[in-house]
Each structure stands twice: as structure tokens, then as C-alpha cells.
């Protein structure tokens, strides 16, 4: 799957629970809110007054140099760490009150890859919030599995341990995982860190897919090379937003300097 190649699934071909954020269909997602969000650690004021919309349909990165804060919104968004004041809201209510419809896939350095699970079992941890834990796997959630297994290349390596599978290959199943759990809100945390060129097409293509099916799509990137075209969307962050909005119009010299103290270049 290369992000030439046509979609590979339509939103009717199963992947998602059927008559549910269908495009175009009566159930459209609503966007994520975050409203004057502080976080602290210590005495460290890490996100100051943070208020940005996160749109269905889009692909949203959050861009901005080492230290910027990226992770600790990603993390105060999903309720990983305490805000000092704000809300996350998304429609009538919490974006936490409807955590089973979230996935998350953190920063690489934070998962122990020696754990001893091979890529099916990963995998079908995306589908514990369904099956629940002491009841055994429905037909469901196997055929889920071996669709997310399926959709990112690497259904040939369901029986191998985690552990020996290529940094490409451990994400793109961590990515399965994700998919497995239907989500409507993806969040991925440096995605590309470790990768090859490979797992980096059938990442982008997994996220136009699911942007295009409606859903609410947010990345950490820190690449400013060519990869960054790739987002619909911005939230350039330096411990407060510098600029929120359409890509072009973010990243345009006088919002980066300001994010970057003046130094303009390729990788953050
Ligand atoms: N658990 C923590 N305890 C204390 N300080 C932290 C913690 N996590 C992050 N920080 C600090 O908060 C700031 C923002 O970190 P982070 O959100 O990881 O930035 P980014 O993801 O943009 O590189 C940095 O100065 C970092 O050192
Ligand atoms: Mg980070």
C-alpha cells in the first residue's frame, strides 16, 4: 500500500461498525474543543491558556519545537495528565466521558517493546473495551483484528513477538491496534520517529482514509520537510498557541519564528 494506490477499504466494506460516521451520513462527528487549558508540572507552566477546535474530517498536527508542549496536550487531552485549569468537550459533553471512543498511540520511548505478546495479541488489545476482559474474544473482534492486521501490511506477521519485529513494523502494529478499536478519534504521538518509508505511506494512507470517513485525526509531528503536507490542518504550540488553523496559513514565517525564536528549518 503505497499513498498512490487507491483507498484500499470503503467506509461500507466493514471496517467500522455499520451505519455508524458513515461520510456523509446523519451521525457526523462533532470537534474537539479545548478551552483556556493550563498545565503544570511543578513549576514549570508547560500549556498556558490553550484553546484550539480539533475538526472531523481532517488531519490535524501539532507542530512546534522540542519542549513545546506537543506530548503534555495530547496527554492532558486524553485526562493522562491533570490540567490546572480548562476543559476538553467534545459535543454535548467530555471528551473523557467518551474515552472508549479514543485511541491513542504514544510516543514511541514510552512503550516497553520487550513485552511478550506477539502482533495478534497487541493487536486484539485494541478490542478489550469490547470484549471485556474475562469474556473470551468474539468471532467480531478476531475478524476486526485480522481486517486491522490486514490494512497495515503485516498480516503475514501476526504470530511473531513484538520484540522482533522492525521499528517500522512495531508501529504500523501499534497502528492495528488502534484500528482494531474503531475509534472515532485517533491520536498518534510522533508516528514517523523510527519508521521507514513503507510504514510511513500506510500510515498517511490509514489517516486520509479515516479523515475521509469523518473522523477526528490528531498527530504530534515535528518533520517541517515535505511529510508535513500530509495535514489538513495545524496547531503550531510553543507552551501557548502561536497559531491554530489551515496548514499554509500556519506556517507561514511570522507565526514560526515566533514558535521557533526565529530559526526556520527542517526537523524542529
Ligand atoms: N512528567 C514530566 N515532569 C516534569 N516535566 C515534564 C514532564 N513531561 C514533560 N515535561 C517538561 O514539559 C515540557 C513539555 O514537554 P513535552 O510535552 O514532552 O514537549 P514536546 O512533546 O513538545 O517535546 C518540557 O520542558 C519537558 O521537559
Ligand atoms: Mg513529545
Do not use: C
Request: avoid cysteine; proline fraction near 4%; charge should be neutral.
Amino acid at each position: 500500500m503505497t499513498l498512490s494506490m487507491p483507498r484500499l477499504q470503503s467506509p461500507q466494506t466493514g471496517f467500522f461498525q455499520p451505519g455508524r460516521a458513515v461520510a456523509g451520513s446523519a451521525e457526523a462527528i462533532a470537534p474537539i474543543q479545548v478551552s483556556s487549558l493550563d498545565v503544570f508540572y511543578r513549576d514549570l507552566h508547560a500549556l498556558a491558556d490553550v484553546n484550539v477546535t480539533v475538526r472531523p474530517g481532517k488531519i490535524t498536527g501539532i507542530v512546534g519545537p522540542n519542549g513545546a508542549g506537543k506530548s503534555t496536550l495530547m496527554k492532558a487531552m486524553l485526562g493522562l495528565i491533570p490540567a490546572a485549569q480548562g476543559e476538553v468537550s467534545w459535543g454535548e459533553t467530555s471528551l473523557l466521558a467518551q474515552r472508549e471512543r479514543l485511541a491513542y498511540l504514544p510516543q514511541r520511548a514510552q512503550i516497553d517493546w520487550r513485552y511478550p505478546a506477539t502482533a495478534w495479541d497487541v493487536v486484539m488489545m485494541g478490542r478489550v473495551r469490547k470484549s471485556g476482559w474475562l469474556r473470551k474474544f468474539s468471532a467480531t473482534s478476531k475478524r476486526a483484528a485480522a481486517d486491522a492486521l490486514k490494512r497495515v501490511g503485516m498480516e503475514a506477521f501476526a504470530h511473531r513477538p513484538i520484540g522482533q519485529l522492525s521499528g517500522g513494523q512495531q508501529q504500523r502494529i501499534f497502528l492495528a491496534r488502534a484500528l482494531a478499536q474503531e475509534a472515532d478519534v485517533l491520536f498518534l504521538d510522533e508516528p514517523l520517529t523510527g519508521v521507514d518509508k513503507k510504514t510511513e505511506a500506510v500510515l498517511f494512507d490509514i489517516l486520509h482514509e479515516l479523515a475521509d470517513e469523518g473522523k477526528i485525526v490528531l498527530a504530534v509531528h515535528h518533520d517541517l520537510g515535505p511529510t508535513i503536507k500530509n495535514f489538513d490542518e495545524v496547531i503550531l504550540l510553543n507552551r501557548e498557541v502561536v497559531a491554530s488553523g489551515v496548514r499554509d496559513e500556519v506556517l507561514q514565517s511570522e507565526f514560526m519564528q515566533r514558535a521557533y525564536g526565529g530559526w526556520v528549518g527542517a526537523a524542529a
